[in-house]
């Protein structure tokens, strides 16, 4: 099994590189991992620009970082959700192909959550970034909304290097037979 190394603050891991179609990922997982979320969210607050008014996330890995960013800096979040529930009045909606799932999802703001949205600025908070599918889909997504997305943060950028995401570090992308 290949692994990748990476460190956030006094936290290491190996992230073990797992197959996704034609590439391979060193795959982070926040979920469970408290110390690595916490460590995270202490640096990703530092970078947090101070016009932010709210964080918004994609459900469902970046949801345990979005929380602890918003605990250290007061900020509340949204989750946008990846499938509209029952309960959900006057969800909007977007679609989205991102490469961890290679197929078209959804993405949903909530009704009740764009009056915490609309006319404010919000930056966008994920796990990590790689083709921008997702991201993409969500700015335009806020922008519908009314939002104004003023950053980017995610803990580590992947692939081809971004200068629109505010990131702790950079993941290599790998070849497919590198997971064997």
Do not use: C, W
């Amino acid at each position: 099994m290949q692994t990748h190394r990476v460190r956030i603050g006094d936290q290491e891991r190996e992230l073990q590189v797992v197959n996704v179609g034609s590439v391979a990922v060193a795959l982070l997982n926040l979920l469970g991992d408290t110390e690595l979320t916490e460590a995270a969210a202490d640096e990703l607050a530092r970078l947090l620009p101070a016009e932010v008014e709210t964080l918004v996330t994609p459900e469902v890995k970046a949801v345990p970082l979005a929380h602890a960013i918003s605990v250290r800096t007061k900020i509340p979040y949204v989750v946008a959700r990846k499938t509209e529930k029952p309960y959900m009045v006057g969800a909007i909606k977007k679609t989205v192909v991102s490469i961890t799932t290679g197929k078209p999802q959804e993405l949903v703001i909530d009704g009740s959550d764009v009056g915490r949205l609309r006319g404010r600025k919000v930056a966008v908070v994920d796990d990590v970034v790689s083709t921008g599918g997702t991201l993409q889909g969500l700015r335009e997504l806020l922008v519908e909304v009314g939002a104004d997305v003023v950053a980017t943060l995610a803990v580590f950028t992947e692939g081809g290097e971004r200068d629109d995401v505010l990131a702790l570090g950079h993941l290599p992308l790998f070849p497919a037979d590198a997971a064997d």
